[in-house]
């Protein structure tokens, strides 16, 4: 019978679920038989006896259990306390003889992404934080303060929450974070603070700066992206294409970056990917690259800055002019 199931590739247990009213996985014995007959797997009259025997009670037959027996359910291997252990084991270990790899995250670079974001989204960050300052003493626990970036929807790794937290980390209590004097420095893209005791101050408008989190190329590589910059800004000029509508498309979260293959899919899409040969993609991807959340993105603000620059337009986010 199960070698029938399998064959035929039969669908078994809608059959006997049309006839499972109340839902507590049994059927009569003349349900159970008529489920047989319409699915082909009917056997003789005696073979029906002793499976209404072996799954049947008071109740009626126990379907489900026979449809377990029919039909083996693979038993997935519970992984999850294996891999923790491995991945704690992983960050404890180092290789013999090898220097232990330490990334450094620049805190500067992360409140560059922050403030791009506020700015584009008109993000209140100190709405989130301020709810867990119950005394308002402008300070927040470190856990505290990690929980309202992931509601603000910001999606930083640990080695970036960690370089702010360093910064604002409360000279009073170092299990605390200065809340505050996060909100205001990233309030100032919008105004500067105390502006009106200070009426004739100028206040810059914040721009997120080209080359933020870059590698430095070699002069060869550098090269080869200036010729590659050229090329695509001649083609931005010359058919007016505006590059940075269809990257904020896919810039679900608006942080600023996508990934790769998404690059390089808007660069296809715009027509302008032909005229990049896979090296000088490689370059981009040096050039633009940006760490978000562990994994390396490509900043495509700052791409379709120099973009413009090169082009000399200006059809980037209106709210970066």
Not at 34 to 50: H, I, P
Not at 270 to 278: H, P, R, T
Request: net charge neutral.
């Amino acid at each position: 019978m199960s070698e029938r199931v399998q064959q035929r590739r039969v669908l078994t247990k809608p059959c006997f679920q049309d006839f499972d009213k109340h839902h507590n996985g049994y059927v009569t014995c003349s349900q159970f038989r008529q489920c047989l007959s319409y699915l082909g797997l009917a056997g003789s009259d005696q073979e029906m006896q002793l499976m209404e025997k072996r799954y049947g009670d008071s109740k009626g037959v126990n379907y489900l259990q026979f449809l377990e027996h029919l039909q083996p359910t693979e038993r997935l291997e519970d992984k999850y306390q294996t891999r923790i252990s491995q991945l704690s084991t992983r960050h404890t270990q180092t290789t013999p003889g090898a220097a232990a790899v330490i990334v450094k995250v620049d805190a500067e670079s992360v409140l560059d992404k922050i403030k791009t974001k506020v700015m584009k989204e008109r993000v209140r960050v100190l709405e989130f934080m301020r709810d867990y300052d119950k005394l308002r003493s402008g300070r927040i626990p470190a856990t505290s303060f990690r929980q309202a970036l992931d509601l603000c929807g910001f999606g930083f790794g640990q080695e970036e929450v960690t370089a702010l937290e360093k910064v604002y980390q409360s000279p009073k209590d170092p299990s605390q974070v200065e809340y505050m004097r996060f909100s205001d420095e990233i309030e100032s893209v919008f105004t500067r603070k105390d502006l009106e005791k200070t009426p004739t101050a100028e206040v810059v408008q914040f721009v997120p700066p080209v080359g933020v989190n870059m590698y430095v190329l070699s002069p060869e590589e550098e090269q080869t992206l200036q010729k590659t910059m050229h090329r695509l800004a001649e083609r931005v000029r010359v058919r007016r294409i505006q590059i940075f509508p269809l990257f904020e498309d896919y810039d679900r979260v608006h942080i600023g970056s996508v990934t790769r293959s998404q690059f390089h899919r808007v660069l296809s899409e715009l027509e302008m990917g032909g005229l990049v040969n896979a090296m000088e993609f490689q370059i981009l991807y040096r050039k633009f690259d940006v760490r978000v959340g562990g994994r390396n993105d490509v900043n495509y603000i700052s791409f379709c800055q120099m973009i413009d620059d090169y082009a000399q337009t200006r059809w980037t986010d209106p709210a970066l002019k």
